[in-house]
Structure formats: structure tokens, C-alpha cells
């Protein structure tokens, strides 16, 4: 029988939004400004959803919300490159559990629940996701319904989750606590709920070393993520809260150089062709400025940026 371990409620909808941080103007925090922006970029009405509306027509974004992953002479546009990632996340799971089946695992920023809902079907780990969004957790329950899968999906805060400690034997974040300001807070609630000998097998878009780049600062501003932080300040986060760095995985040249690609076609069609994009967003729905100013900015922020694949142990 697999492990049944005490994961807490799930049913409840623990706080969402600001913690500690200070107060903006009119005693909001910022992190709650910040999930408001989240939630208009990730519900499907949202007023800032338009870039993942487009990318709709070419991927499964009503699954995955990550860069992806294309080996050599694999398309991004083939074959789902974003659950190709999750599966270079499975591979490593794999490589570590002494076994899958039935490990309770928590996956950090579940989205729509495409990552679990796969590494429950490959691996048989039974995965509980937790987003801060809740038109996420919505898609992902309907997901998991869909596919007639049991995992389990809850809104709230990883800053601050609602699990036992020592609760799973696993933890994965695909391309997620980029979107964190508290990113210490999370590893530390990470931390917590794993096992003694559990792993976190994280993804994430981080900046290069060097001085600071505005690039950086408009793409994260752009795309509703917190301040981008070094690989020496995701390990030094990681170790300060008890977790080990076994290993770092250099992905950009199979996510971030691919999308590149990407960016630099859609700008010069946009160039190019400006009034028939326009209006083929139009006909879609999509603002054009929303869509290409977001294109634009990762453009120019991708060259400074590296995609990596963290696996560290408790």
C-alpha cells in the first residue's frame, strides 16, 4: 500500500497574497498588488491573460504554464516541449527515489495541474499541487476530473502551505517560484513539509551573474514575476533553510535559446507586417501593444537569463 501521511486539509483555502513586507499606499501590501497581477495574467478574463491566450493556438497552456524543453532536432512546436520539461523533472525524481509509487509529492505552483496529472500517470506518485491562483486550481481540478486521476489540487500561499510537517517525500517547482517575492519563505515552507532524505527538483528562470540589467528588471516587471534572483542567491536561499544542493543543470540552450527563436520571429513579422498582426490578434481577441511590448521585453531580457534544473535533498 503506498504511504497515506497526514498532509493536513486540503479543503480550506489558507490566506492569499501580502505577508509582511510593509504597506503600500492606502495599506495594501505589495505582495497582495502583486498576486492581484498574477491573477489578471493567468485567469482566462484577465486583463493581463493576453500573451497566454496566444500562446494557446500553439501550445497546451490549458495544461502547462512552463518554458518548455526541445531536445536537439525536436520543435518547440511539436510534441509538447512543456511536458517534455516535466519529464526531464520526472527523470530526476527517478534517479533519486530509491521508488515512485505512491510517494506523496507536492508540486509548488501547480498551474493547471498538467505537471502532476503527468508525473502521477508516469510515475505513480501521488501529487498535490497548490497555486496561488484560483482560476488555476479550478483548471486543474477539471483537468485531473477529465483524466479520471486522483490528484489533488488547493489554492493558497506556498509561503505559508497548509501540510503537515513531513508530509511528502517529494516537491517539485517547474518554472514557479520565479513568480515569488518570498522566495526564501517558500523554501523554508518546503523544507518543512518534506521528509527527512526527500528531494525538490526545481526549474527556474534566473538572471547571469554580473551587474544589474534594466532588460532584467522590464521582462520581470512584464511578466508578473518577482525580482529575478542569481544561482549563488537560489542556492544560498535553498541552504540557508536546510535543504542540500546536489546538483545545478544548465536548460537554457534547450528552453530559453528556442524561445528566442520565437521572440525574434514574432518581432519581425510584427515589423514587417504590422497592421496584418494586428489585426489577426485583433480577430483572436489579443490587444497587439499588451502582446508585443511582453515579446519584446523577453527578447531583450533573454540573452542575460539562464534556465535551470535545481535538485536538492533535505
Known amino acids: 500500500m503506498p504511504d497515506e501521511p497526514d498532509k493536513g486539509s486540503t479543503d480550506r483555502e489558507p490566506p492569499v497574497g501580502g505577508t509582511t513586507d510593509g504597506s503600500a499606499a492606502g495599506g495594501r501590501s505589495v505582495p497582495d498588488r502583486h498576486h492581484e497581477r498574477l491573477s489578471e495574467q493567468f485567469s ?50 527517478e534517479a533519486r527515489l530509491a521508488h515512485t509509487d505512491g ?37 486543474a ?20 502551505a497548509p501540510f503537515a510537517d513531513g508530509a511528502f517525500g517529494a516537491c517539485t517547482a517547474i518554472d514557479a517560484i520565479v513568480y515569488v517575492p518570498h522566495k526564501g519563505a517558500v523554501f523554508a515552507e518546503i523544507e518543512r513539509v518534506l521528509r527527512p532524505g526527500g528531494w525538490l527538483i526545481a526549474t527556474d528562470l534566473l538572471r547571469r551573474d554580473g551587474p544589474e540589467s534594466p532588460a532584467v528588471d522590464a521582462f520581470a516587471d512584464a511578466w508578473d514575476m518577482a525580482p529575478l534572483w542569481t544561482l549563488e542567491e537560489y542556492r544560498r536561499a535553498l ?19 528556442t524561445f528566442r527563436r520565437w521572440t525574434t520571429l514574432y518581432l519581425g513579422l510584427a515589423g514587417r507586417l504590422g497592421p496584418l498582426v494586428r489585426r489577426l490578434l485583433a480577430r483572436w ?11 519584446q521585453a523577453a527578447h531583450e531580457a533573454l540573452p542575460r537569463l539562464r534556465h535551470v534544473m535545481v535538485c536538492a535533498s533535505r
Open 141 to 160: 481540478r477539471r483537468n485531473a476530473r477529465t483524466a479520471g486521476a486522483p490528484p489533488s489540487f488547493v489554492v493558497g500561499d506556498a509561503s505559508r
Open 285 to 295: 481577441g489579443l490587444d497587439f501593444e499588451r502582446v508585443t511590448g511582453q515579446v
Open 44 to 93: 482566462d478574463d484577465g486583463t493581463r491573460a493576453d500573451i497566454w491566450h496566444g500562446f494557446r493556438r500553439l501550445l497546451p497552456t490549458a495544461e502547462y504554464l512552463n518554458l518548455g524543453y526541445s531536445g536537439r532536432f525536436q520543435s518547440h512546436l511539436v510534441g509538447s516541449p512543456q511536458r517534455r520539461l516535466v519529464d526531464q523533472v520526472g527523470d530526476a525524481l
Open 239 to 257: 541552504e540557508d533553510v536546510g535543504l542540500t544542493v546536489e546538483s545545478v543543470r544548465e536548460l537554457g540552450p534547450n528552453s530559453i535559446d
Open 103 to 139: 510517494v506523496p509529492l507536492l508540486d509548488v505552483g501547480c498551474g493547471r495541474g498538467g505537471p502532476a496529472l503527468h508525473l502521477h500517470r508516469r510515475l505513480g506518485v501521488d501529487a498535490t499541487g497548490i497555486d496561488l491562483v484560483p482560476y488555476n486550481v479550478a483548471v
